[in-house]
């Protein structure tokens, strides 16, 4: 089992530097017949879709592909498939970035009455309270 630095990820995604995506894919197809050896955890993920959306102005339809894509891919696995979902179905629905979506669903996971924000856009996110 290994796992994924955002750099790494981001080289399989993007393909701009064709020396390293081909590295990088190498180095993925020895995992292609393995369910879940290759972990990329929720820091990865939050610094992916940032970096797209930030350098790269990928949208938010194109954002939630790369993320249903990456999740549907069986040899990737998570920190919690389920938080993970989460997040996404709260990313889909909401003004919210992603980063935050992903806060609200741990913090809901780990048992927290409710997550305090500043962040107007995080308003209606399950368990997020305004401050």
């Known amino acids: 089992m290994i796992a994924l630095d955002t750099n790494v990820l981001l080289r399989l995604l993007l393909e701009e530097d064709a020396a390293q995506a081909a590295k990088a894919r190498r180095e993925l197809e020895k995992f292609d017949d393995s369910d879940g050896e290759v ?55 909401s003004a919210a970035d992603f980063s935050d979506c ?6 809901s996971a780990a048992g927290y ?16 309270k305004l401050l």
């Open 102 to 107: 992903l806060i609200a669903a741990k913090n």
């Open 113 to 128: 009455e409710y997550t305090r924000s500043f962040d107007r856009a995080m308003r209606g996110l399950t368990g997020v």
């Open 39 to 93: 972990f990329i955890n929720d820091i990865v993920l939050a610094e992916t879709l940032w970096t797209l959306r930030a350098a790269y102005d990928c949208e938010k339809p194109d954002l939630l592909l790369t993320l249903h894509s990456l999740l549907n891919t069986a040899t990737f696995s998570f920190e919690n498939r389920t938080v993970l979902q989460a997040a996404v179905t709260m990313y889909e629905s």
